[in-house]
């Protein structure tokens, strides 16, 4: 047991024991501080016959004879039991057995609320920053909250489209954490050389291109996409940075293969026009149902 005789006591350390008690307290303006466990100077107070019992936590100090004085001046943010404190991005709730729930991250108390150890966080009380709570208790997203989406579209500026996906700025939860995902968008595939976005269509990680929709000279890169040349002339056509992840289908058209070493290139012959595959990361090559290598100098099949 700590006992302090301090007549103008400016420091009130509460730690981990709960029998500290400060004699001859005037009450005049001291400070309050806690343990590295205590989420910032949060206390509740309670009169007990002449005394008050400063608590924060687990951990009291009792200010003996204190009762009869007009004001105990503390230093921190008082808490009423059953109820929620906000103190800058922090709302803090002190349960009756004296528990405190620290939710980090919000803006205001709106419509925060608290079910057993389950708290429940409003949009209103979200401010686009991530979220966190006191260990022992779960967060969980309102159904006002608004959670990121995705779209995929095709956009053109001149002669180059662009497939872009585009999230929507939103919350999500996972791992016990409230997380705020911006606006982001990933360029998921690009096609040069194009005349209207038209004829061009995604399925899956299926991109057809039409020759109504693009020149005569085309030049494609996407990774992890399927780019599906549909039957047309395509003269000239190139894709840069073909990987192992990507697949090249020729819709219903016979061809010829043949590489150059010294372009380092791929070049598919047929009928009417010609594809080639400039710039290439890939060691395997799929073509519709095919995989295809470079050995010897020669590309052909697996």
Same mark, same amino acid.
């Given at each position: 047991?700590?006992?302090?005789?301090?007549?103008?006591?400016?420091? /009130?350390?509460?730690?981990?024991?709960?029998?500290?008690?400060?004699?001859?307290?005037?009450?005049?303006?001291?400070?309050?501080?806690?343990?590295?466990?205590?989420?910032?100077?949060?206390?509740?107070?309670?009169?007990?016959? &002449?005394?008050?019992?400063?608590?924060?936590? &687990?951990?009291?100090?009792? %200010?003996?004879?204190?009762?009869?004085?007009?004001?105990?001046?503390?230093?921190?943010?008082?808490?009423?039991?059953?109820?929620?404190?906000?103190? &800058?991005?922090?709302?803090?709730?002190?349960?009756?057995?004296?528990?405190?729930?620290?939710?980090? !991250?919000?803006?205001?108390?709106?419509?925060?609320? %608290?079910?057993?150890?389950?708290?429940?966080?409003?949009?209103?009380? /979200?401010?686009?920053?991530? *979220?966190?709570?006191?260990?022992?208790?779960? %967060?969980?997203?309102?159904?006002?909250?608004?959670?990121?989406?995705?779209?995929? *579209?095709?956009?053109?500026?001149? @002669?180059?489209?662009?497939? +872009?996906?585009?999230?929507?700025?939103?919350?999500?939860?996972?791992?016990?954490?409230?997380? #705020?995902?911006?606006?982001?968008?990933?360029?998921?595939?690009?096609? +040069?050389?194009?005349?209207? @976005?038209?004829?061009?269509? =995604?399925?899956?990680?299926?991109?057809?291109?039409?020759?109504?929709?693009?020149?005569?000279? =085309?030049?494609?890169? !996407?990774?992890?996409?399927?780019?599906?040349?549909?039957?047309?002339?395509?003269?000239?056509?190139?894709?840069?940075?073909?990987?192992?992840?990507? @697949?090249? @289908?020729?819709?219903?058209?016979?061809?010829?293969?043949?590489?150059?070493?010294?372009?380092?290139? =791929?070049?598919? +012959?047929?009928?009417?026009?010609?594809?080639? /595959?400039?710039?290439?990361?890939?060691?395997?090559?799929?073509?519709?149902?095919?995989?295809?290598?470079?050995?010897?100098?020669?590309?052909?099949? #697996?």
């Amino acid at each position: 047991m700590a006992e302090i005789s301090n007549s103008t006591a400016n420091s /009130l350390v509460v730690g981990t024991s709960s029998d500290d008690f400060i004699y001859n307290y005037d009450g005049d303006g001291s400070t309050l501080s806690g343990g590295s466990s205590v989420p910032g100077n949060y206390y509740s107070s309670q009169t007990s016959g &002449d005394d008050v019992i400063i608590t924060v936590g &687990d951990a009291s100090v009792t %200010l003996v004879g204190a009762a009869s004085l007009s004001a105990v001046n503390i230093d921190g943010t008082k808490l009423e039991k059953n109820s929620w404190t906000f103190t &800058d991005t922090t709302a803090i709730y002190l349960t009756s057995d004296n528990a405190v729930i620290s939710v980090d !991250g919000v803006k205001s108390l709106d419509d925060i609320s %608290l079910n057993g150890s389950t708290v429940t966080v409003s949009d209103a009380s /979200l401010n686009k920053k991530n *979220v966190t709570v006191s260990d022992g208790y779960t %967060l969980k997203l309102a159904k006002d909250v608004t959670k990121p989406s995705t779209t995929k *579209v095709w956009s053109r500026n001149k @002669t180059t489209a662009t497939y +872009k996906q585009t999230k929507t700025a939103g919350y999500t939860l996972a791992d016990n954490a409230i997380t #705020y995902n911006k606006k982001p968008f990933d360029t998921l595939a690009t096609v +040069k050389g194009v005349k209207s @976005t038209a004829g061009l269509s =995604v399925k899956g990680k299926v991109i057809t291109l039409k020759a109504s929709a693009i020149n005569k000279k =085309v030049t494609v890169d !996407g990774s992890g996409y399927e780019f599906n040349f549909a039957a047309g002339n395509y003269n000239g056509a190139s894709i840069s940075g073909f990987d192992d992840k990507d @697949t090249l @289908t020729f819709d219903n058209l016979d061809f010829q293969t043949s590489y150059s070493k010294k372009n380092n290139a =791929v070049t598919f +012959k047929f009928a009417d026009g010609s594809v080639t /595959l400039k710039d290439f990361t890939a060691t395997t090559f799929h073509v519709n149902n095919d995989v295809y290598k470079i050995s010897n100098g020669k590309f052909k099949i #697996y």
